[in-house]
């Protein structure tokens, strides 16, 4: 189950990648801060690479891709070595397509009825995105009601300070962010920093426990 792994990464970082090296150094550090898996996103000419990269270099992770907005770019993160794939929307071309390729794939809604599309497809874990833009916290509550079955990995504008609170409701299995994984972190190769902000999000206080 696709909530199973998701709530057992708890926190799922959002990586943009610069370099294929990079990015796996990054991937050991989130790691050694006791992460189990990463997002990385297709944004950058770097991404298929660094997939293939951190999937052959670190095996015990979990490997999303993320921004995934259609099948063709759901085709490559596969063929990378994508073992889960993540989107920002939905459309019923790529749900099929996820569907047909039997990937685990967390489509991204904003909505009650993106939720009802992707029930209808045979969903029922998503990325509500972006999710303090779109209602945060009080959406997430109000969602619990007609759809008790239903998880979220809510991403977009989680912080330090706030991500807690998300991880407390009993239909968010994990959440998306990018503090751990901030660019100057990244290009100044502030690893062991990377490392303790990871192990500060992967603590018992972190997981509402």
Same mark, same amino acid.
């Given at each position: ?21 990079? /990015? ?9 801060? $006791? %992460? ?7 944004? /950058? ?6 997939? &293939? ?12 891709? $993320? *921004?995934?907005? !259609? ?11 994508? /073992? %889960? ?10 749900? &099929? ?6 990937? =685990?794939?967390?489509?991204? +809604? ?6 009802? #599309?992707?029930? =209808? ?14 209602? $945060? ?13 239903? &998880?979220?990995?809510? *991403? $977009?504008?989680? *912080?330090?300070? !706030? ?7 009993? !239909?968010? +299995? ?13 290009? !100044?190769?502030?690893? =062991? #920093? ?7 999000? %992967?603590?018992?206080?972190? #997981?509402?426990?």
């Amino acid at each position: 189950m696709i909530a199973e792994k998701l709530s057992k990464a708890r926190v799922l970082p959002v990586i943009t990648a610069t370099s294929a090296s990079s /990015t796996v150094e990054l991937a050991r550090a989130l790691h050694r801060g $006791g %992460m189990q898996a990463v997002e990385i996103t297709l944004r /950058t000419s770097a991404a298929l690479d660094s997939i &293939r990269a951190v999937a052959a270099e670190l095996p015990e992770l979990l490997v999303a891709a $993320g *921004t995934v907005t !259609n099948p063709a770019e759901l085709d490559a993160a596969v063929a990378a070595g994508a /073992t %889960m794939v993540v989107s920002p929307g939905s459309t019923p071309q790529l749900l &099929r397509a996820a569907r047909d390729a039997g990937v =685990d794939f967390v489509p991204g +809604v904003a909505t009650a009825s993106e939720v009802m #599309q992707g029930l =209808d497809e045979g969903y029922s874990c998503f990325k509500l995105f972006p999710a303090v833009a779109v209602g $945060g916290l009080a959406l997430l509550k109000s969602l619990g009601g007609p759809y008790p079955d239903v &998880r979220f990995c809510p *991403t $977009g504008g989680l *912080t330090p300070a !706030n991500f807690r609170d998300y991880l407390a409701l009993p !239909n968010v +299995v994990c959440c998306g962010g990018s503090w751990m994984v901030a660019a100057d972190l990244v290009d !100044n190769q502030q690893w =062991d #920093q990377i490392e303790n902000l990871a192990r500060d999000a %992967m603590s018992p206080l972190a #997981q509402g426990e």
